[in-house]
């Protein structure tokens, strides 16, 4: 019988995959698990269009993230944090940090893109990487005590 997974199963496929598995374990334990539904006509015809909903909004995501991305580069991106005479910061200025700021600034940037690679414990200059799906982008952040 050829079911559509709802979700990941293992030793059988993953999300929104159509497989075949026997009669009985689709009728007897994923269907009533809700981890399958039968590969109806009606069913693949609303995940063909659920998969193409799902990659025009990638896209725009996508073409979104390329804007902000563009706007900050041209600018630098800053960020006040309480830091010690030393110029050390008394806390670390992570992701959720630098996406606050990016919001502030008018360009969002999503939490998922953004990558840093070592913690930020210092006041200045840092490069921070974006994933883009082309690639990776960096972005330079300037911390400063306040």
Do not use: C, W
């Amino acid at each position: 019988m050829k079911v559509i997974l709802l979700q990941d199963v293992a030793k059988i496929g993953r999300r929104h995959q159509v497989v075949e598995v026997p009669d009985g374990y689709a009728r007897n334990k994923l269907i009533p698990m809700r981890a399958a539904l039968p590969a109806t006509p009606e069913q693949l015809a609303k995940r063909k269009a659920h998969v193409a909903q799902a990659a025009a909004q990638q896209a725009l995501d996508a073409a979104a993230l390329h804007t902000s991305l563009d706007r900050l580069q041209a600018t630098t991106l800053t960020i006040t944090a309480a830091a010690n005479e030393q110029g050390h910061l008394f806390k670390q200025v992570g992701p959720k940090d630098i996406a606050a700021a990016a919001a502030i600034a008018g360009s969002p940037l999503p939490l998922s893109a953004l990558v840093v690679d070592t913690p930020i414990k210092a006041v200045g200059a840092h490069i921070v990487k974006v994933k883009t799906p082309p690639g990776v982008a960096e972005l330079v952040v300037t911390v400063v005590a306040g």
